[in-house]
């Protein structure tokens, strides 16, 4: 979770440490790139975009970065069928519709009082403690 911060990165605006990672410049970039990109990208994405800012940098580089920022809860990976992993920064909890017809994968909140219970079949006394929605269809165009 992004919290309090003595430091930030004048160049990003992101702190120098999150949840107990150090924010390395190469972290601090691409945590930004997934900001400003809700799309949900796979690594290579991120890695065609970082490239923008570090040349230098390598597509191992962008995993381990992502891997560490996974790891530490300051993002998540998804993971849809048969596809490479995605990452996404929005760290309330949430689903995921995925726009058949455009790929475009929208994060979708819950509403308030959303209980899986209400309407899954779930096995006697079960807790839920995390929840991943994936639903599929389209968005018309208005
Ligand atoms: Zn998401």
Redesign the pocket.
């Known amino acids: 979770m992004v919290g309090k911060h003595d430091s930030c990165d004048d160049r990003t605006g992101i702190p120098d440490e999150i949840a107990g990672l150090r924010m390395t410049r190469q972290r601090q970039e691409i945590y930004r790139i997934l900001l400003e990109e809700r799309s ?1 990208p796979t690594a290579h994405e991120v890695f065609v975009r970082a490239k923008d800012r570090l040349p230098n940098i390598s597509l191992a580089t962008v995993y381990n970065c992502l891997e560490a920022l996974v790891n530490h809860g300051v993002i998540r990976q ?1 993971n849809f069928e048969r596809e490479s992993s995605r990452y ?1 920064p ?1 760290l309330r909890e ?1 689903g ?1 519709f995925h726009d058949e017809s455009t790929g475009v994968i929208h ?1 979708v909140g819950f509403k308030p009082g959303f209980n899986p219970a209400d309407f899954l079949d779930l096995p006697p006394g079960a807790v839920v403690q995390d929840i991943e929605i994936t639903l599929r269809g389209n968005v018309p165009v208005l």
Do not use: F, T
């Open positions: 949900h998804v996404c929005n949430h995921h994060d």
